[in-house]
């Protein structure tokens, strides 16, 4: 299994950035996506969330408004589409994979820094 993320890097205040996470070895569709980050120094959050079937996300208070999950079963992949991005924002996002019958899998991170 291998979960892939790409799209992060530096951005100014205010600007968007749209992570992509391109999954292999397990069946897509049957699998809760997330996105989650962790800043130096704290722990791993819990960013945004959608369903295996695309109809339900959930956010974190502190993106609402302005990061957007999305997937494409067809395409294996999950989106981030963050725009309004503050310095608060900076931090490694890390793709997650979650089954109902509990298997779990994580991508290596990418890196987004927001400069104010």
């Known amino acids: 299994v291998q979960l892939v993320e790409s799209g992060g890097g530096l951005v100014q205040t205010g600007g968007s950035l749209r992570l992509s996470c391109v999954v292999s070895?397990?069946?897509?569709?049957?699998?809760?996506m997330s996105w989650y980050r962790q800043a130096p120094g704290k722990e791993r959050q819990l960013v945004a969330s959608m369903n295996s079937v695309g109809t339900i996300t959930t956010y974190a208070d502190s993106v609402k408004g302005r990061f957007t999950i999305s997937r494409d079963n067809a395409k294996n992949t999950v989106y981030l589409q963050m725009n309004s991005l503050k310095p608060e924002d900076t931090a490694v996002y890390y793709c997650n994979a979650r089954a109902s019958w509990g298997n779990e899998y994580w991508g290596q991170g990418t890196q987004v820094t927001v400069s104010s």
């Open positions: 070895g397990l069946t897509f569709s049957r699998y809760v």
